[in-house]
C-alpha cells in the first residue's frame, strides 16, 4: 500500500472530526451502519473506563483506514466507518446536540444514537467525559491514495464490529469496476444491491450460486468465503483481452438490445427466458453494472423458486399440502438447498418448459438421500451432489449438476426413475411420509 508517511499518525477524536479537521466521506461501496446497540453501549463504557483510570493518558481505539485521490479534498473512509459514525453521534449529544430523525425508529442506527442518548444523560460530569474523548481518545490514522491496496482492507475485522461479508467485498470490487459509470448510475446499483436483505444475499451466494459452481465442475462444496470471490469476479477491465473474454463482453454488451429488438412484446414469461439467456451461470460474470443486474436476477429467481417448486403445479402455482412440511424445518434443510439450487441450475439453462414434468423428478433426487440415513449432514450431502453415494442404499450414482453443464437438451438428463432407498432408515414419521410420497413421484 501507498501510505503517505506524514499522514501516518495517532489523531485524537477532535483531530479527525472537529471543524478543522479534513472532512471525510463515506464512499457508496460501504456497508450500511449496522452496529448493535451492545457495541454502541461498549464503545461509551470503555471511554469512560478509560476516564476513569487513567484520566491522564491516551487512549487508542484503534485504526481508521482513509484513501486520499489526488483531485479531491476530502478523505475517504476505508476502514472504520462504525466506529466513526458512533463517534460523530456521541460528540453530538455529548455538545447537547440532537439528530432528531434518529430519535424514533428501528434501524441499527436508530438504536444505536438512542442508547448513546441514555447513556449521555446519565453521565455525571458531562465536560469531563466531552473533554477526554476530544483530546485524549485517538485512533491510528493510515491515508493511502492507493485504491487497490486500500481495497485489500475490507477483509480485517472492524473494531468492536463485524467483518465484512464476502457479498459485501464484492459489491465493493465491482463498485470499483464502474469507475467511469456516472455517480447516479453508482448511487443506482447501490440503492438496488441495498434493498436485499444480508442474509439473503448471503444464501444466494453461498448456498446456492457458489455450489453450483463447485458441484458442475465436479469439485467438493465449502463455505463460500472472501477466499472464493474470484468465482464471481468476471471479466474486468483488467482482464487480458484475450478471444474468449471478448467474446463475453461483446455477448454482455449486445445481447441485452438484440433482445429488445427481436422481442418488442415479450410477456412475462419470454421476459424471464431472456433474462435467463444474459445471465447464464456457466458463463463469466462481466465486471461492473453487469454483476449488480446479474446478482438481482438471482435473487428475484431464487425467491420465486422457493415457492414454486413446493407447489402442487410448477405451472398454475397451486399449493400442495403434501409439500409443505418439506420446505421448512431443520429435518429437511439440506435436501430443501440441493431442490433448490439444482431447480435454479436447471431453469437458468432449459428455462420452464416441461418443469411440470421435471418438478417432481428433481423432488425426488434431492430429497431421496434423507431416507438414507439418521442423521443426514453436509459431507454426505456434499458427496451425494458429486455422485458419489451410489454404495448407500441404491441412490443415485451420478452428479446431476455435471450433466446439466454438458446437456444442452434436458432429456439428456438421467431424471427418470431416479433411484431411492426401498425403506426408511429412520423412525420419523416425517421421513416415513417422504418415503411414501417419493414413492409416487417416477
Do not use: C
Amino acid at each position: 500500500m501507498s501510505i503517505n508517511r506524514g499522514l501516518l499518525a495517532f489523531r485524537s477524536v477532535e483531530d479527525l472530526l472537529g471543524q478543522t479537521a479534513t472532512p471525510l466521506r463515506i464512499p457508496d461501496f460501504q456497508r450500511p451502519y449496522s452496529w448493535s446497540v451492545q457495541n454502541a453501549r461498549q464503545l461509551f463504557s470503555d471511554i469512560g473506563s478509560a476516564l476513569e483510570k487513567r484520566p491522564e493518558q491516551p487512549y487508542v481505539m484503534g485504526t481508521v483506514i482513509l484513501l486520499m485521490r489526488a483531485d479531491q479534498k476530502h478523505f475517504e473512509v476505508v476502514d472504520g466507518q462504525q466506529r466513526l459514525l458512533t463517534l460523530h453521534l456521541l460528540r453530538t449529544l455529548l455538545r447537547g446536540g440532537r439528530v432528531s430523525h434518529l430519535e424514533a425508529g428501528g434501524t441499527p442506527i436508530h438504536l444505536a444514537y438512542q442508547e448513546l442518548a441514555r447513556q449521555v444523560r446519565d453521565l455525571e460530569d458531562i465536560s469531563s467525559y466531552r473533554q477526554f474523548l476530544d483530546t485524549q481518545a485517538q485512533v491510528l490514522r493510515i491515508v493511502t491514495d492507493d485504491e487497490d491496496e486500500a481495497f485489500q482492507f475490507f477483509d480485517s475485522q472492524n473494531f468492536r464490529g463485524k467483518a465484512l461479508r464476502p457479498h459485501d467485498l464484492l459489491k465493493a470490487y465491482h463498485l470499483r469496476e464502474m469507475a467511469s459509470s456516472t455517480t447516479a448510475e453508482q448511487r443506482a446499483v447501490v440503492e438496488q444491491w441495498e434493498t436485499a436483505e444480508e442474509n439473503d444475499l448471503d444464501r444466494l451466494f453461498g448456498t446456492y450460486l457458489a455450489r453450483i459452481h463447485w458441484w458442475s465442475r465436479n469439485l467438493p462444496a465449502h463455505s463460500f468465503s472472501s477466499d472464493d470471490l474470484d468465482l464471481f469476479k468476471g471479466v474486468s477491465m483488467s482482464t487480458p483481452r484475450l478471444p474468449g473474454t471478448e467474446y463475453h463482453r461483446a455477448a454482455k454488451a449486445a445481447l441485452p438490445g438484440m433482445q429488445e429488438w427481436a422481442h418488442p412484446d415479450a410477456d412475462e414469461r419470454t421476459s424471464r427466458d431472456l433474462r435467463r439467456a444474459r445471465h447464464q451461470l456457466d458463463a463469466p460474470i462481466v465486471a461492473g453494472r453487469s454483476f449488480f443486474d446479474f446478482a438481482a436476477f438471482m435473487l428475484e429467481e431464487t425467491r420465486r423458486l422457493e415457492e414454486l417448486m413446493y407447489r402442487r403445479d410448477a405451472e398454475t402455482g397451486e399449493p400442495d399440502p403434501d409439500l409443505d412440511l418439506f420446505g421448512n424445518g431443520a429435518r429437511f434443510r439440506f435436501n430443501r438447498e440441493l431442490y433448490i439450487a439444482v431447480a435454479l441450475y436447471y431453469t437458468n439453462k432449459y428455462s420452464e418448459d416441461g418443469l411440470r414434468q421435471a418438478r417432481p423428478r428433481l423432488f425426488r433426487w434431492a430429497y431421496g438421500l434423507r431416507l438414507a440415513f439418521e442423521r443426514l449432514g453436509w459431507r454426505s450431502t456434499d458427496n451425494y451432489a458429486l455422485g458419489l453415494m451410489a454404495s448407500r442404499d441404491g441412490l443415485a450414482d451420478f452428479n446431476l449438476f455435471a450433466q446439466i453443464r454438458d446437456a444442452l437438451d434436458p432429456t439428456a438428463l438421467e431424471l427418470e426413475n431416479t433411484p431411492v432407498p426401498p425403506a426408511v432408515r429412520s423412525k420419523n414419521d416425517d421421513d416415513r411420509a417422504l418415503h411414501d410420497l417419493l414413492q409416487e413421484m417416477r
